[in-house]
C-alpha cells in the first residue's frame, strides 16, 4: 500500500525536486498543481488561459478551480500507490476540501513533510532554476547545470525559465505563502500529520528525512 502524503514548502525550498525523487524510487505518484496548471496553459485550454492571470503575478489561482482539479485527478478512486501532493493544498479551505475527497473513498492523509530554507537560499535556487518542457525535471545553473546548454539531460527536451521566477514575482509568492499558507501549517500540525524538515544541504540527505517522515 503506497503512502498518501503531501510536500510543502515555501517557492524553490525543493517539493518538486523531493516529489520526483519519491516517484522514481519508490513509485509513489507525484500530482503537482503547479505543473497541471503550466500544462494547461501551455496547451492553451481554458483552465490554462485563466490561471494564467494568477500565476504570471505570482498570486493563487481561486480555491475552486484547483479544488476541482485535484477533486477530478483523486476523486471517486482507490489510491493502492498512494501519492505525493506537491502545491496542493495551499489554503485552508483546500485542505479541507481534500480532507473531504479522500473521505468520500474512506481514506485519509498519512503524513504531511514540511521543507524549510532559508530565503536567501530561496532566492538563489529560483534565480538559477532551469525546467525541462517535455518532463518538468529542474536543473540549476550553478549548482545541477545540464550537461549540454538549455537541453534536458534526461529527455533532451529545451530548458526553459519559469515566468514567475522573475524577482518582483518571487517577492509575491513568498507573501502569498506566508498569508495564506503557513495557516496550513498549523492545520496540520493541530491534526498530528505534520513532520518539518531542513531542505538545506545535499538532497539525497534530505531525501532520506523525507523518507523517514513517511509511513
Ligand atoms: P508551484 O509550481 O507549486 O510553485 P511553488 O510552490 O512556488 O514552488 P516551486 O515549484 O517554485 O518550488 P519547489 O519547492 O518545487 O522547488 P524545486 O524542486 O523546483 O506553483 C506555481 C503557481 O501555480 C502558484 O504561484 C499559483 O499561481 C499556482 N498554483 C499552484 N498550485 C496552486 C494551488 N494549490 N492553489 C492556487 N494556486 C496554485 O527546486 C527549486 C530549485 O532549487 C531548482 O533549480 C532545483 O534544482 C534546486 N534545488 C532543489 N533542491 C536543492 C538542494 N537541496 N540544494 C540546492 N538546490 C536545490
Ligand atoms: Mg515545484
Redesign the pocket.
Known sequence: MGVRAVIM??????????AKLLQERRGVPHI????I??DARRAGTVLGCE?ER??AK????P?DV?IGIVADRLGGQNHNQGFLL??????VP?AEALDRILDEGGEQLDAVVS?SVPEDELVR??A???VCRQCST???LE??PAARLARCDRCGGDLYQ?E??REETVRA?FD?YARDTAPVLRYYGDAGLLHEIS?????EA?FQHVTASLP
Open positions: 514548502g515555501p517557492p524553490g525550498a525543493g517539493k518538486g525536486t523531493q503537482s498543481t503547479g505543473d496548471l503550466r490561471a494568477y500565476m505570482g498570486l493563487l489561482v480555491d484547483v506537491d502545491g496542493f493544498p495551499r489554503t483546500q521543507i535556487r529560483l538559477g532554476r532551469r529542474m536543473f540549476h549548482v545541477d519559469r514567475d521566477d509568492r502569498v531542505g538545506v544541504g545535499d538532497r534530505i
